[in-house]
């Protein structure tokens, strides 16, 4: 631009803008955090968590302060026609969070969009094989995590996951976990943990756990733990997390160095604040 003081003048509006907007959110985020937790959120949170009302109220309280800032900083796409709901955005804010509890946390600083299908959805990605030759896969996923910070989840899985919160199974917990993973820099099964000591110890356990998943899965053995852990130590991650808040019992008895380490990661544990849920399974229609 030839006139300096045209291009000053355009410069300096553009930042008196933008330092405007960041003060409007910042004004915006104070507001929102002030203000209490809707009885609504309330009512969805103990429908979609059913442990809710047996957590310590300081667990309790954290739980509700996450969700408003999730809430707050995520922005929610509806796909293929679906209208996002405030229970769809409730329901899948308070499993997420459930992730942060009790200890240090960047609030899944990377997620900004979560895309939401009514159910499983088709994506198809560039394979390269180990000569090198390029080709297209195709799958059919109930949820997706992308290390841009992408969430992808099918609505009928989320609720599939909150109808029976004591199977082991829950799209939404395994998703967040890839994103945790992700903060370390690459989904690689080694989330960031709270010191460097403690990466030795996570390391030789999880690889032994990881192993011994792949024996049970080439054998047909069962185990607490999804088979498709079994498939890459980034999904062992996710698959163990899964477990560890929807049947830490189980897992506890049958993988207790397994448990422990995930205790530490989560500093929460499970087993304090989950009285046996008996699965909620839909009444029969009786024949007539």
């Known amino acids: 631009m030839r006139d300096p003081v045209l291009f000053s003048v355009i410069v300096g509006g553009l930042t008196v803008a933008i330092v405007a907007m960041w003060g409007w959110r910042q004004y915006q985020w104070f507001r929102t955090r002030r203000a209490p937790f809707p009885e609504k959120w309330l ?19 954290q739980l509700q302060a996450h969700i408003t ?19 769809m955005t409730v329901t899948i804010a308070a499993s997420a969070c459930l992730l942060l509890l009790n200890r240090p946390t960047l609030h899944f600083r990377n997620v900004r969009w979560i895309y939401l299908y009514p159910a499983e959805f088709v994506v198809r990605h560039t394979v390269h094989d180990v000569a090198g030759v390029v080709s297209s896969e195709e799958g059919v996923l109930a949820g997706e995590s992308w290390s841009d910070g992408k969430v992808i989840l099918s609505w009928d899985d989320v609720q599939k996951s909150v109808y029976d919160f004591n199977d082991g199974r829950n799209v939404v917990l395994h998703e967040f976990a890839h994103q ?4 370390s820099g690459s989904m690689n099964g080694a989330p960031l943990l709270r010191s460097r000591g403690a990466y030795g110890s996570w390391a030789t356990i999880l690889s032994r756990e990881f192993n011994s998943l792949r024996d049970h899965v080439y054998f047909g053995e069962e185990s607490v733990l999804d088979s498709y852990g079994a498939s890459h130590p980034a999904e062992f991650f996710a698959v163990a997390t899964e477990s560890f808040f929807e049947d830490p019992e189980t897992l506890s008895e049958e993988h207790p160095a397994l448990y422990n380490e995930l205790l530490a990661y989560y500093q929460v544990d499970p087993r304090e604040w989950r009285p046996k849920i008996a699965p909620r399974r839909v009444k029969p229609v009786e024949e007539t």
Request: proline residues 5%; aromatic residues 12%; hydrophobic residues 40%.
């Open 180 to 183: 945790l993973d992700a903060e």
């Open 69 to 87: 800032r999730f809430l707050f900083e995520k922005r929610f796409v509806g796909c293929a026609g679906l209208e996002v709901s405030e229970e």
């Open 43 to 61: 009512a969805l949170v103990r429908k979609s968590v059913p442990f809710y009302d047996h957590m310590p109220s300081e667990l309790q309280q």
